[in-house]
């Protein structure tokens, strides 16, 4: 498994594997052999990059898809919506919408590329009616290794085996995926979460100790051993006993600097920058970042953070090979970002107040 970066950083962290298996024969539906991946895994470990990607994935599972065509007007190209086909208000007959689209958003989020699977064609048109999602980190481009990928693959390969790629709906980001691109974010984030998580689970003051110099000094076995022994003994109970000749001295270091708040901090900031989801979004607190209502808030999730995704799946959902000429499909953004009556309340009753004292 290929790391990322340079080869002598410390292989905390490594890149999803771009080969598969030599000799698996899975096939598409037996779900015991799929996975994600053990660097999506590690990466969703830490929180901040867990939050962020559940704010795009709930944006983008709840959106319903919409039919359109395009008529021009003589000045511009008008929209005229059509009747939905079954697979675009269910893509896979046996999971949910949120379901199929959650996934697809978080393999482009992460490894810049998801793939789905047709599984039933119309024998009238030949064209797509139901897919099955397949995880990308099972799927290699024997043709492009990555992480950058320059277009559509002609030799597509799931656990080993060779899947025909008229088959296969290739989404592909414009931009490289975060694993790839975060990789040293991410490694940062883990090792300050971990140096945080040996300090939490030291029950006891940290500090050391010391041999008087009239003691019989002791060998570096009987030191260990000694320490070992304090620090199981005041794990059980507070009080704690020492012979004339040692002493026990604690550490004069910030509890906040032994958590490494700041870094930590700082880290959650570059995450956020990372994925492109707003600091202020995330609960990082940055100055000049402010919103005005929920919906100043969904719009810029949606700008910042959900747009790129989406793009990336309703335009390849509009290519030839789902749809014919002229046919397309979009998200409804409209109804998620103005979805908020009850945040408007207030602002509405407010106004009113204000135009009665202004005739009073």
Not at 199 to 221: H, K, R
Request: aromatic share 10%; proline share 4%.
């Amino acid at each position: 498994m290929a790391l990322f970066g340079n080869k002598k950083r410390t292989p905390s962290f490594t890149a999803p594997p771009l080969q598969a298996a030599a000799g698996s024969s899975a096939q598409i539906g037996q779900f015991y052999s799929y996975s994600v991946g053990a660097s999506t895994e590690l990466a969703l470990s830490c929180a901040t990059v867990s939050r962020a990607t559940q704010m795009i994935l709930s944006m983008v599972g709840c959106l319903p898809l919409r039919h359109y065509t395009k008529q021009w007007t003589g000045e511009r190209y008008e929209k005229i919506y059509l009747e939905n086909e079954s697979w675009m208000d269910q893509p896979d007959p046996r999971s949910t919408m949120n379901f199929i689209m959650s996934n697809t958003a978080m393999d482009i989020m992460m490894r810049g590329r998801a793939f789905w699977y047709i599984t039933s064609r119309s024998s009238a048109t030949g064209r797509p009616l139901s897919f099955q999602w397949l995880p990308a980190s099972m799927v290699s481009t024997l043709d492009q290794a990555g992480p950058q990928f320059f277009g559509q693959s002609n030799e597509v390969t799931f656990n080993g085996v060779q899947l025909p790629t008229e088959d296969v709906i290739q989404f592909i980001s414009g931009v490289q995926g975060f694993l790839f691109t975060g990789a040293r974010t991410i490694t940062t984030a883990l090792k300050l979460d971990q140096a945080a998580e040996r300090f939490a689970v030291n029950e006891i003051a940290a500090g050391w100790l010391q041999v008087g110099d009239n003691a019989e000094q002791m060998s570096a076995e009987d030191l260990g051993e000694l320490a070992g022994a304090w620090r199981t003994a005041r794990q059980t109970g507070a009080i704690g006993a020492l012979s004339g000749g040692i002493s026990f001295h604690e550490f004069t270091s910030d509890p906040n600097k032994l958590q490494l708040l700041e870094s930590r901090q700082y880290s959650s900031l570059e995450v956020s920058r990372q994925v492109g989801v707003p600091a202020y979004l995330l609960g990082i607190g940055v100055p000049g970042y402010t919103y005005q209502n929920a919906q100043q808030a969904r719009q810029d999730l949606y700008l910042f953070g959900a747009k790129l995704v989406l793009d990336v799946i309703q335009m390849t959902l509009s290519m030839v090979n789902v749809l014919p000429r002229n046919r397309f499909v979009e998200f409804d953004t409209e109804s998620y970002i103005y979805e908020n009556h009850l945040a408007e309340v207030p602002v509405e009753e407010a106004g009113h107040r204000e135009e009665e004292e202004a005739y009073t």
